[in-house]
């Protein structure tokens, strides 16, 4: 009987995640990526990454592999983070998550607020890692004169 028991426990499948489960680890690679941008730790961050991810950087050519983000990091990352969340959501070993960040003023920065969007992949070991990571800013220019303005350009 006992040989039949464990049997069964091995051909058993391995709990379903919810996902509300999902979405809180999500949660907490954001909040992980939030704590190693705000302590300067350029190194947790970049582990944060899968190993094929891609940073799109504002007005910086795209950054490619987990190695390149690291050395993008370790010049330096912003102290004063502070991401709030618009839209999460999971759908099988795929995330994203819309938000928009503010930093504040420092003595080398005037103060940021912008957008940013969050690509994650579920692991094979359940952690979530960062695939594609993109943000901008939504402050102006104070001489930008928006009647003056282009509309951009349309896809069709």
């Known amino acids: ?6 049997f069964l ?5 391995p709990p379903s995640r ?12 954001v909040h992980r990526y939030v704590e190693a941008t705000n302590s300067g730790d350029a ?13 799109l950087p504002p ?29 999460l959501d999971v759908d099988g070993g795929i995330g994203y998550l819309i938000a928009q960040y503010t930093l504040p003023e420092t003595d080398e920065e005037p103060a940021d607020s912008g957008k940013t969007v969050m690509c994650l992949k579920r692991q094979q070991d359940g952690s ?4 594609a990571d993109i943000w901008n800013s939504s402050v102006g220019d104070e ?9 951009p350009p349309s896809v069709s």
């Open 143 to 151: 001489d930008d004169d928006q009647d003056d303005a282009t509309p």
């Open 43 to 55: 190194e947790a961050l970049a582990q944060l990454y899968e190993d094929d991810a891609v940073l």
């Open 59 to 87: 007005d910086h050519q795209p950054v490619e592999g987990r190695g390149a983000i690291g050395e993008f990091w370790r010049q330096g990352t912003d102290e004063g983070l502070e991401v709030t969340t618009l839209r």
């Open 9 to 13: 426990t091995g051909c058993a499948r």
């Open 1 to 6: 009987m006992a040989v039949w028991a464990g």
């Open 128 to 131: 979530w890692k960062v695939t």
């Open 18 to 29: 919810s996902i509300t489960d999902d979405r809180r680890a999500v949660e907490a690679t």
